[in-house]
Nanobody, 117 residues
Framework: QIRLVESGGGLVQPGGTLRLSCAAS????????MGWYRQAPGKERELVATTIISGVKNYADSVKGRFTISRDNAKKMVYLQMTSLKPEDTAVYYC???????????WGQGTRVTVSS
């Protein structure tokens, strides 16, 4: 079982920055895939950024150049640094983990980001 806890959401003005954090209950070396997803009101959940155990990262086109996913293995943390935020980035952001060993998705409870003036 993996427990994920997100934090760092809030209200920010357009053009601002936020850093989201995801704390995992197990070593990141035991997790093959971690990612950030988001769900805006009335829309489906969508991929934002992912990182796999080899270090390869992937980003949605809508956030490339603005968002950065990173991980601190010692702290068991995954971060999403968000810059140049736009109103369309408003959503609940979720952290997800996947392990090949049990072929199961694990989700956090989400943290809300609102970009508005």
């Amino acid at each position: 079982q993996i427990r994920l806890v997100e934090s760092g959401g809030g209200l920010v003005q357009p053009g601002g920055t936020l850093r989201l954090s995801c704390a995992a209950s197990v070593s990141l070396f035991s997790i093959d895939f971690m990612g950030w997803y988001r769900q805006a009101p009335g829309k489906e959940r969508e991929l934002v950024a992912t990182t796999i155990i080899s270090g390869v990262k992937n980003y949605a086109d809508s956030v490339k150049g603005r968002f950065t996913i990173s991980r601190d293995n010692a702290k068991k943390m995954v971060y999403l640094q968000m810059t140049s935020l736009k109103p369309e980035d408003t959503a609940v952001y979720y952290c997800k983990a996947y392990r090949n060993s049990d072929q199961k998705d694990y989700w956090g409870q989400g943290t809300r980001v609102t970009v508005s003036s």
